[in-house]
């Protein structure tokens, strides 16, 4: 891809020529103008040559494929840059695996830093199990070490860090041997994270935003609250954001709300709505997803956080202060929970205005026919992790591990969510899976579960566009006049387009289609790479070399 010397300017006119451009306005177009940050045309070559003289910069394509840049619904910034940057367990095949990197992240770095990983999963071990406490006591050398799993729903951690939480003992999901969960690890979480320099916090947040960058992710939804980050960590990020060329960052803040003082400390921190991983339940991986029924491997139902009345309550309060809510609901029950509470909401304020609020539940994975149609009914956004199913999901994954697998096969139904009229926005949960927009939508398109799939052209969709409707936007996501020009650059082989019937993906080279292609996300087919990722109008990533 070559590209003119023109300088960088806020208000430069740049004319793309010579590639694909993914647009609705133009299923055939190869060029488009991007003035004072917005795009101003799409179009065919031979339009082009007409705004070739009166721009500032032509850029050649070379034949790459230009879409709208991808919103990740759902990431944790600043663990994703201490994930990035520290003790990465995602890839211990073993339990002596992960211990031996713990030894050696412990030599290699500085002592009396408390030490910070992420991504271990005992249910790919052959042991089955995650390290006592008396083993990670030893590997670690008696130094303070987290370690969440990698649904960062529990932990294990060493008695060094137990030692700087006073009464940790007495608290609920506290558990001598075994990981711990619910109050016993927010305050041995929020404890290690305190220990974090702010310096290193910043590191950690600028290296997950220009990984974003990388893969062509334009915007992040933050899912912060007092249960899993901080108030400093929260409007830091969001200022760092605001403040250098990157993604753009809207953060959400999971605090209940009761009334319009709560929902004015919430818009103070700078969030766009009280949502995110507000918990109404925990995860299927740590046994603490709230289910109807006992898990199919532990004699216990998982644990609730909020019931309906809460929700009710919380709903309520944020529609009449035109503030968004919404919650981290997994199991079947939690989700009960969500739509009764949010149906009962809907009666007390009016279902206009509820469906109006767009309100938006995380993650919403183990869905019934009914609380579907709810869904549809009261207007409320699904926001997805496809990359879970392809973490667990199938016969013989941890999802058919913990419910058996009958009920393994219901979870993260998107086709019927769609078929229902259900608003989708896929994110990742990073760093619970990794930022990989092309990759998450393969998992869509390729769920391990026939009936589930979606096409490539709807997953995409939910990955671009969806990510700004769940928070209210409608004029963004797409590349058509007037719309932000918020775009990525991806080197590609050729394009198709996905024609599904109700049994399985065809695909069609035909342009009588008249639908934009887009990649062959086949599995085992090459992703696209990203050149350039643009947002507003402004560069903030180009692939070195190119």
Not at 10 to 35: C, I, K, N, Q, W
Not at 121 to 138: F, H, N, Q, V
Not at 375 to 400: H, I, K, N, R
Not at 478 to 496: H, I, M, Q, S
Request: a negative charge; proline letters at 7%.
């Amino acid at each position: 891809m070559t590209e003119s010397t023109a300088p960088q300017s806020e208000h430069r006119t740049v004319l793309l020529r010579g590639g694909d451009v993914h647009s609705p306005a133009d299923p055939f177009a190869t060029a488009m103008v991007v003035e004072r940050g917005h795009v101003a045309w799409v179009g065919s070559e031979g339009a082009a040559d007409a705004f070739a003289s009166g721009v500032d910069e032509v850029i050649d394509l070379e034949g790459a494929l230009v879409t709208p840049a991808f919103t990740d619904a759902h990431v944790h910034t600043t663990s994703t840059g201490l994930a990035l940057t520290g003790l990465d367990l995602s890839g211990a095949r073993t339990l002596g695996d992960a211990l031996a990197l713990v030894r050696g992240h412990v030599a290699a770095h500085p002592a009396g830093r408390v030490v910070l990983g992420h991504g271990w999963d005992a249910t790919r071990w052959p042991e089955r199990r995650p390290p006592s406490r008396a083993e990670l006591d030893e590997a670690a050398a008696g130094r303070p070490v987290y370690l969440p799993r990698i649904d960062v729903h529990s932990a294990v951690v060493t008695t060094a860090l137990l030692d700087l939480v006073p009464g940790v003992t007495a608290m609920a999901g506290y558990h001598p041997e075994g990981p711990l969960t619910g109050a016993a690890h927010h305050a041995v979480r929020a404890a290690a994270h305190d220990a974090v320099p702010p310096a290193q916090r910043a590191d950690a947040q600028r290296a997950a935003l220009r990984h974003a960058a990388s893969l062509g992710i334009g915007t992040v939804h933050e899912c912060g609250g007092p249960d899993i980050s901080d108030e400093e960590d929260f409007t830091g990020l969001l200022k760092l954001a605001a403040e250098q060329p990157g993604p753009r960052v809207f953060g959400y803040w999971a605090q209940q709300v009761a009334d319009e003082k709560d929902a004015r400390r919430v818009r103070e921190l700078g969030a766009v709505g009280a949502a995110g991983d507000l918990f109404v339940d925990g995860s299927l991986g740590s046994h603490t997803a709230c289910l109807h029924e006992p898990y199919a491997d532990a004699p216990h139902t998982g644990t609730a956080h909020l019931d309906a009345a809460q929700i009710a309550a919380h709903v309520a309060a944020c529609t009449e202060a035109g503030l968004q809510a919404g919650f981290h609901a997994i199991g079947d029950a939690a989700l009960s929970a969500v739509v009764d509470g949010v149906r009962a909401a809907a009666e007390r304020v009016g279902v206009g205005r509820v469906r109006a609020a767009r309100h938006r539940v995380e993650h919403a994975e183990m869905l019934t026919p009914e609380t579907i149609a709810a869904f549809a009914e009261l207007g409320l956004t699904a926001s997805v992790q496809p990359a879970f199913d392809a973490a667990w999901g199938g016969d013989e994954g941890m999802y058919a591990e913990r419910l058996g697998a009958g009920r393994a096969a219901t979870l993260n139904p998107y086709a019927a969510l769609l078929r229902a009229g259900v608003p989708l926005a896929f994110g990742s949960d990073s760093p619970v899976t990794p930022l990989d927009p092309w990759g998450t939508v393969r998992a869509a398109a390729f769920h391990r579960t026939l009936e589930h799939r979606v096409s490539v052209r709807a997953g995409f969709t939910a990955h671009t566009r969806g990510g700004w409707r769940a928070m209210g936007r409608d004029d963004a996501g797409t590349l058509v006049p007037g719309a932000p020009a918020d775009y990525a650059v991806w080197r590609t082989d050729e394009l198709l387009v996905q024609a599904p019937d109700d049994r399985v993906a065809r695909w069609s080279t035909d342009p009588r289609s008249g639908t934009p292609g887009l990649p062959d996300l086949s599995p085992g087919a090459d992703l696209p790479v990203c050149l350039r990722t643009v947002v507003l109008g402004q560069t903030v990533y180009v692939r070195p070399n190119e």
